[in-house]
């Protein structure tokens, strides 16, 4: 059976996103600053969390340990995962970047074979692009050769089917509620092969 005590889950953290050398993470601490960070009470985070009051008080003292109940109750009523209660940000690299693009308001670019909507436009010097696509090309002998272009590249299908089409690899048809995820430098092309043109949403590193 996994482990999946609070040692453990610390000792996961910290393997895999803390420094050499780093201070020991003070729980109690950490759920403060989550809490102070989101403006709650005490009140208010408790029963954000499922939890008594003066059981947060006490883990924010230090004077008792959470069990793992309460642990995972925590991350749930702070909106993180239960490792990130071990691991916080590193000074000097919080953003606290966001850009939000409701349904419609992306930037449009239309061509032959796709019609993106751009997301996050508001965001300068970002390290990845997403946009929404629907595609209109029904096969690949609209497109000009590959394309192809630095990065890597996610997919996901969110509605009708496609065929995606790679330079090193068999056709592969693809449904909503698949992905892929490749080499961008790869020449791919979309097309959909369903009645309507299918739409996906894209995610291309800028990096």
């Keep these: 059976?996994?482990?999946?005590?609070?040692?453990?889950?610390?000792?996961?953290?910290?393997?895999?996103?803390?420094?050499?050398?780093?201070?020991?993470?003070?729980?109690?601490?950490?759920?403060?600053?989550?809490?102070?960070?989101?403006?709650?009470?005490?009140?208010?985070?408790?029963?954000?969390?499922?939890?008594?009051?003066?059981?947060?008080?006490?883990?924010?003292?230090?004077?008792?340990?959470?069990?793992?109940?309460a642990l995972k109750k925590l991350a749930v009523g702070l909106e993180i995962s239960v490792p990130q209660l071990f691991t916080p940000p590193s000074a000097g690299q919080i953003s606290g970047r966001m850009a939000v693009t409701k349904t419609g308001q992306g930037k449009t670019h239309a061509t032959v074979t796709y019609e993106h909507e751009l997301l996050g436009e508001a965001l300068s010097k970002k390290q990845m692009l997403p946009y929404r696509a629907r595609i209109r090309a029904r096969s690949v002998e609209e497109?000009?050769?590959?394309?192809?272009?630095?990065?890597?590249?996610?997919?996901?299908?969110?509605?009708?089917v496609i065929?995606?089409?790679?330079?090193?690899?068999?056709?592969?048809?693809?449904?909503?509620?698949?992905?892929?995820?490749?080499?961008a430098t790869m020449g791919h092309n979309v097309v959909s092969v369903s009645d309507e043109d299918a739409t996906i949403l894209w995610v291309t590193s800028l990096s």
């Design 143 to 160: 497109f000009d050769g590959w394309v192809r272009h630095d990065g890597e590249e996610f997919l996901y299908v969110l509605t009708g």
């Design 1 to 69: 059976m996994e482990d999946r005590s609070p040692v453990n889950l610390i000792r996961i953290a910290r393997d895999s996103g803390t420094e050499e050398g780093a201070e020991p993470l003070n729980l109690g601490t950490r759920v403060r600053g989550l809490r102070k960070s989101k403006g709650w009470t005490l009140e208010q985070a408790a029963r954000q969390a499922g939890l008594a009051r003066s059981t947060l008080s006490k883990i924010e003292n230090g004077q008792m340990s959470p069990t793992y109940e």
């Design 163 to 183: 065929r995606l089409y790679t330079e090193f690899y068999e056709p592969i048809e693809m449904r909503r509620g698949d992905s892929a995820y490749y080499d």
